[in-house]
């Protein structure tokens, strides 16, 4: 039997079995954990939700997320880091730049109907007792 530690980003490192010997252990963060990471954020959920609905201005994602305009700034440029939203500059008058998700981005859509479906189930029963 071995013990394992996590990191603070729930890594596992390598750790000493109960007769002294090491165990093979990953280094890596487990995949749902690291996608929790790129994801997980209330600000980013909320952008990468609104955007399920398609392409969107700058603007028209700040009125229709609430979000101050440096934390979109800031969600959208992480979004863009980590290939879930594609950002598009139009130059004709007027100036606006667009948002839209990338095909990583859209591969969430699923995942966030089944979240919305166990929230229904989960959320709901907890929130009437």
């Not at 252990?25 to 909320?46: A, K, M, N, Y």
């Not at 879930?84 to 995942?111: H, M, N, Q, W």
Request: charged letters at 30%.
């Amino acid at each position: 039997m071995s013990s394992q530690e996590l990191t603070e980003s729930g890594a596992e490192v390598g750790t000493a079995d109960d007769d002294g010997s090491h165990s093979q252990i990953s280094d890596t963060p487990c995949p749902i954990v690291e996608s929790i990471d790129q994801i997980g954020s209330r600000w980013r959920l909320v952008v990468l939700h609104e955007l399920q609905n398609g392409e969107r201005r700058f603007n028209e994602l700040k009125r229709e997320t609430d979000a101050n305009a440096r934390t979109l700034s800031r969600v959208l440029d992480d979004l863009q880091e980590t290939g879930f939203v594609d950002r598009r500059l139009e130059e004709d008058a007027p100036v606006a730049t667009y948002y839209s998700l990338t095909a990583k981005g859209e591969s969430l859509a699923p995942i966030f109907e089944e979240i919305g479906e166990w929230a229904t189930e989960w959320l709901a029963e907890c929130n009437s007792t």
